[in-house]
Every structure is written in structure tokens, then in C-alpha cells.
């Protein structure tokens, strides 16, 4: 390249280098982390033509803040503020998607992972050597030390499965520092999740051995500010990772968690209409309008809980959602029996009838409530 494009002296606002490398920081609640983590970037990657992405999903203490203000210094540091949208994995795909660089590593904010190993993983990348580089705990001469008994066993526990079920042939699939040609991440994203926090093992999974991997020690650090946003629920988008990559998509967590809370709507509606009537002595058609009414409002609230919890309705928005998804479940209703009559109509058999139409029923509910309870922002 022309050096004085290079350099930038003289040339036309269009000539601006291109980064080698674009380091892409998922950010929630860092706002204590990021100044430390550029410098230590600045020291670790000198020489090489460099850019930071923090990717920030409005974090409430005002992380994106202090990226903006820092980019405001800097040119070298962009701020992608993310509003309405949670995730890890989906930060890390955007990130990722923002830049021209040849190659991206991600990594997190909080200094536990090993920034200098930066330049050796770039340089895999740019001698051809491998597509893909991860920093690995487990493999000879890395660790995570620093994590305590249940964090490894669960770790452990993770990665195991991962590569039993899925095939996945490295040993630290669950790690979240890796760098990559962006070329082909940009072929994979169309294919990748953007729920939850395993995006490496996404990545690896769904390249199904096209990619050449290569791992890198490094040793796991303690968190430097703040606190870890692992919580139980990861346990869930992990199970619901396997299961998707596994079926093709054609099995999506969200699905069967909508039809669980479903089925356990059942049990609340079958319970109310029986106290309704042996307790309260209530008619038949008020008990089961009180039943029917219990369970959609428990199936709202599980759902709101578990099932979108990334885009969980708080506040007035509760209430709205709630009206939202009486009507939606109310329309599923006349569909179910709409399809069971018919089925019936057909085929005198009271269980395949009365299966089709729950079946429709979820559906029916599972689309619209998608489009119109939990709709994204
Ligand atoms: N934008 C965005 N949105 N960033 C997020 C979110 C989110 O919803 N959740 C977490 N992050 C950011 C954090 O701010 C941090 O920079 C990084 O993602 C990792 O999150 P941590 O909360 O620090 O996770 P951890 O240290 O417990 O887990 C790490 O180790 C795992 C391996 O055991 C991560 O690197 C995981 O990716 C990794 O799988
Ligand atoms: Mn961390």
C-alpha cells in the first residue's frame, strides 16, 4: 500500500487504512472495563493496523458512553449501541459484520481474556495457516484456574456434550475468544444464532469441518470490574443450541418452550375449572371461563418469564401484552376447534381430532403471539 495513504498524510478522505484486525468487545454493564481494555490493546497490538468495536445493548450504566467518548479520541474505537436487543452471541455477529477487516477476534470486556495473544492469532490467520483461531483453557499450557468448582464442572459438562452430540472436535468449544477471516464468517452468519452466549461453538457446529481450526493456549483471568451476566438461563440457550444445530433448525428452543408452557396451561385450566366447581360451586360455563382465563394469563406470565425472557415485556408493556395475547389465544381456540370439527368430520377419531387441533392451536398462537405479544422492537 501506498505509504502515504498509509499514513493518511495527504490523501483524499476516502484513502483511510483499513484495519488488519478489528477486535469486537460485547459490552453489557463494562463501563468500568473498556478505557482499561483499549490500552491494553493499544500495547498489545502496536504495529499492527488495529480497530475496536464495542458492541453495546444500551448497557444502564452507560458503557456506550464511555466507548463513544473514547472514540471521540480515538478513531480507532467505534460504539455500536444496540436499543431493544439483548444477547451475546448477536452482539458478537453484528460486531463482527460492522467491519472491513480481513480478520476479527472477539473477545470480552472484562479482561479475562488474554489480550496479547492477539498478534499470534492474527498472524495465523494471515499466513494462511487456519481460518479459524481459538483460545483454548484445555489444551496443554492453558487453564481456567480462576473458575470455581460448579463454573468448571458446568464448563466441563458443556463441552463434553458439545462434542459428543454435535461432533465438534476441539477442545474448548465453549470458549468466547477466537478470531476469524471474516470472509468466511460472512458466509456462516446467515446460518448462525443470535440468542445466547456459545457463538464459537455456533460458528464451529454449523461450518460442519469446512473451516481450518486452530487452538492457542491461554489462561482464563479473573473478572477486573463488575459481574459475570452468566446466569442459569445460559444452560437453557445452550440445550437450545444443541437442539437446533442438531434438527437443522427445524426444532427451535423457543417452540418447544411455548408448547411446554402450553401444556402446563392445560393442567392450571383443568385445576381451576375443578375448584371452580367442587369449591365455589360455580356453572359450568363461568368455572371453565375461569379456568381458560387462569391459564392464558399464567401461559403469558411463564411465557414473559422464560420463553422471551431477552425480550421480556416490563412495566405498562405487561398489561398490553397481556390483552394482546388473550385475543391471540382466544382466535387460536376457534382455530383449534375449527380444525378439529373438520378432522372429525373426516375421521371419526376423537384423539387425532382433538390432537390437530391443539396442534393448530399452538401454532396458530406461537406465530402470532411472535408477531404481535413479543414482537421486536
Ligand atoms: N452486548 C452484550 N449483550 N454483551 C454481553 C451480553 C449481552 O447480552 N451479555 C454479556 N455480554 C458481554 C459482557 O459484558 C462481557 O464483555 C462478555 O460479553 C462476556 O460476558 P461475561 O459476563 O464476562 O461472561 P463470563 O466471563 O461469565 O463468560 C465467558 O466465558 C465463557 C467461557 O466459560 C464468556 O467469554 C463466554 O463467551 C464464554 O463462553
Ligand atoms: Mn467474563
Not at 436487543?85 to 472484562?110: F, H, K, Y
Not at 474448548?172 to 446467515?190: H, T
Not at 379456568?291 to 431477552?310: E, K, P, Q, V, W
Amino acid at each position: 500500500m501506498n505509504e502515504a495513504i498509509r499514513s493518511g498524510q495527504g490523501a483524499s478522505p476516502r484513502a483511510v487504512v483499513t484495519p488488519e484486525l478489528s477486535v469486537v468487545v460485547p459490552t453489557f454493564n463494562e463501563r468500568d472495563n473498556v478505557v482499561t481494555l483499549f490500552h491494553k490493546l493499544e500495547t498489545a497490538l502496536a504495529g499492527h493496523a488495529w480497530e475496536v468495536i464495542y458492541v453495546d445493548d444500551n448497557s444502564p450504566d452507560g458503557t456506550w458512553e464511555v466507548v463513544r467518548q473514547l472514540a471521540q479520541q480515538d478513531s480507532r474505537v467505534r460504539c455500536i449501541r444496540r436499543i431493544g436487543r439483548r444477547g451475546l452471541s448477536g452482539a458478537c455477529i453484528e460486531g463482527i459484520l460492522a467491519s472491513s477487516a480481513p480478520c476479527a477476534a472477539v473477545m470480552d470486556a472484562d479482561l479475562q481474556h488474554d489480550e496479547t495473544q492477539l498478534p499470534s492469532m492474527l498472524a495465523l490467520l494471515q499466513g494462511g495457516e487456519a481460518d479459524l483461531v481459538v483460545g483454548s483453557r484445555y489444551i496443554e499450557g492453558g487453564n481456567a484456574d480462576s473458575f470455581d468448582k460448579q463454573r468448571a464442572g458446568a464448563s466441563m459438562l458443556a463441552t463434553e456434550v458439545a462434542k459428543r452430540v454435535l461432533r465438534v472436535e476441539i477442545a474448548d468449544p465453549m470458549s468466547g475468544f477466537f478470531s476469524i477471516r471474516r470472509d468466511r464468517f460472512e458466509q456462516l452468519a446467515p446460518q448462525l444464532s443470535t440468542q445466547g452466549f456459545k457463538i464459537l461453538l455456533d460458528i464451529v457446529a454449523t461450518a460442519s469441518g469446512s473451516l481450518r481450526i486452530t487452538e492457542i493456549p491461554y489462561t482464563f483471568g479473573s473478572r477486573l470490574h463488575g459481574e459475570s451476566k452468566l446466569d442459569s438461563m445460559v444452560a437453557l440457550d445452550f440445550v437450545g443450541l444443541v437442539l437446533a444445530k442438531l434438527t437443522h433448525d427445524v426444532v427451535s428452543l423457543r417452540f418447544l418452550l411455548f408448547a411446554m408452557v402450553g401444556s402446563i396451561g392445560l393442567f392450571v385450566h383443568l385445576a381451576a375449572l375443578f375448584v371452580g366447581l367442587e369449591i365455589f360451586n360455580l356453572p359450568f360455563a363461568e368455572a371453565q371461563a375461569c379456568g381458560a382465563i387462569l391459564a392464558m394469563t399464567s401461559n403469558f406470565l411463564l411465557n414473559n418469564f422464560l420463553t422471551y425472557r431477552d425480550q421480556r415485556l416490563k412495566g405498562f408493556g405487561i398489561l398490553r401484552g397481556l390483552l394482546l395475547f388473550y385475543l391471540v389465544c382466544s382466535v387460536g381456540l376457534l382455530a383449534n376447534v375449527g380444525v378439529a370439527f373438520s378432522v372429525y368430520d373426516q375421521e371419526p377419531i376423537w384423539w387425532l381430532a382433538g390432537a390437530a387441533g391443539a396442534l393448530m392451536g399452538v401454532v396458530w398462537n406461537y406465530a402470532m403471539s411472535g408477531l404481535f405479544v413479543w414482537r421486536r422492537q
